[in-house]
């Protein structure tokens, strides 16, 4: 089986994602890495010289590269995956699909701890610039991540959560 989280930056994606995979002995894999891994560059650097479109680009192709060669994996997906080209079909035909559902104080408070700068989107952004950004994407993002087979509402989603739900 292969299990999806979608959901804005700063969910916890990459984070519960480990988690899960490590519990249930599947292999990890994180879209933004393999890219990152892929083209030789931090996700900054390909938004800089090569632009988000072809980043989005290089998002599904990635998308359908682990398709093919996993069976058994969690994938964290990047927060704009799932809104772009018809990726959340994609992932709903190849596997089960958890929306990361975090209020957007504490996706802002998560980012400025950890940091914008790997995320580009977020860069140089101050903390009000940082959550009327975020507040605004995810209205937009929301109808694509709302089509994941599940959702986990609020801030403390955990592996077990995740795991009853798949009935594990
Ligand atoms: N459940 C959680 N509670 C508190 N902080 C968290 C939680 N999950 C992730 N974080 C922190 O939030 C930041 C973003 O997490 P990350 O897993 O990279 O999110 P995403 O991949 O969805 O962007 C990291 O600093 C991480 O340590
Ligand atoms: O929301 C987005 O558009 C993005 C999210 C990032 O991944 P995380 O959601 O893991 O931060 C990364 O793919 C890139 O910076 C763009
Ligand atoms: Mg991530």
């Known amino acids: ?13 990459t984070t519960l994602g480990r988690q899960l995979a490590q519990r249930l002995g599947y292999t990890f894999l994180d879209l933004d890495e ?7 560059q931090p996700i900054s650097q390909i938004f800089a010289q090569q632009g988000q479109e072809r980043f989005r680009e290089l998002e599904r192709e990635a998308l359908q590269e682990v398709v093919q060669l996993h069976q058994e994996a969690v994938i964290a997906t990047g927060g704009g995956a799932p809104c772009f080209f018809d990726n959340m079909a994609f992932i709903n035909r190849h596997g089960a699909s958890f929306f990361i559902d975090v209020p957007v104080d504490e996706l802002a408070r998560r980012l400025i701890a950890q940091g914008q700068e790997e995320r580009p989107l977020l860069a140089g952004k101050r903390a009000d610039e940082l959550k009327s950004y975020l ?12 089509r994941a087979s599940h959702t986990l509402p609020g801030a403390t989603v955990g592996v077990d959560a995740v795991l009853r739900l798949l009935n594990l």
């Open 1 to 13: 089986m292969l299990v999806f989280l979608v959901g804005m930056m700063g969910c916890g994606k």
């Open 135 to 146: 507040a605004e994407t995810l209205t937009h993002r929301r109808q694509f991540y709302e």
């Open 34 to 40: 393999h890219i990152v891994r892929q083209q030789g």
